[in-house]
């Protein structure tokens, strides 16, 4: 059984300018777990800023930041780091806007 990821989008003002409301969706839709709910598999909500604004947007998963996450990518990162098994979804799965690519 894999542990819990505690998964936390930062809504910080610079992070804000990023649209975190986006990436939320991105992580809503792959983990199949609406944003204020915990699963056994992921607990998933925003957090206030993480200090490291010149780096955002960042998503912070347990106690690690993950800088730069405004990649279509991000669900796959946050899984493959923490040794999960890394379910691929394509750009059409995740109706990404164009800014995030």
């Known amino acids: 059984m894999t542990k819990q990821k505690n998964i936390r989008v930062c809504c910080g003002r610079n992070c804000s300018r990023e649209n975190p409301e986006r990436l939320m969706e991105i992580l809503e839709e792959h983990f199949k777990t609406p944003r204020g709910t915990a699963t056994p598999e992921v607990d998933l909500d925003f957090r206030s ?53």
């Open 49 to 101: 800023c993480t200090g490291y604004c010149e780096l955002g947007p960042n998503i912070v998963v347990d106690e690690k930041i993950y800088h730069h996450s405004k990649t279509k990518d991000i669900a796959e990162r946050i899984e493959k780091e923490t040794g999960s098994t890394i379910t691929k979804l394509s750009i059409d799965d995740l109706h990404l806007d164009e800014d995030l690519l």
